[in-house]
């Protein structure tokens, strides 16, 4: 039996799921991406506020895609990804 998930629940699984691939990326790979603070520091909201906006990102990429899925599944005219 499939249970339809709220809202909030998508939002917490999705969450979790960027948390835990953040935590599993390796520091050189957190650096390249502008992290680079020591926990506690000053930086550290700075970072955080960097990885906001990288979520943010993700999102809309992440939302135009779905949206062009959906356009081909219904047959509307493809509309490109990419800004």
């Known amino acids: 039996m ?3 998930m709220t809202r ?14 953040w935590e599993e990326l390796p520091e050189q790979n957190k650096r390249a991406l502008g992290f ?3 926990v506690g ?7 955080l506020n960097h990885l906001a906006r990288l979520f ?7 939302f135009r895609r779905a949206l ?12 490109s990804v990419d800004k």
């Not at 520091?41 to 970072?47: D, F, H, I």
């Not at 599944?73 to 493809?78: A, H, K, P, S, Y």
């Open 8 to 21: 909030q629940q998508v939002v917490s699984a999705m969450y979790a799921y960027l948390m835990n691939s």
């Open 56 to 62: 943010m990102e993700y999102a809309e990429i992440s």
């Open 68 to 79: 062009v899925a959906r356009r081909r599944r219904l047959g509307v005219d493809e509309v």
């Open 2 to 4: 499939h249970e339809t």
């Open 41 to 47: 520091s000053e930086g550290e909201e700075e970072g």
């Open 36 to 38: 680079d603070f020591v």
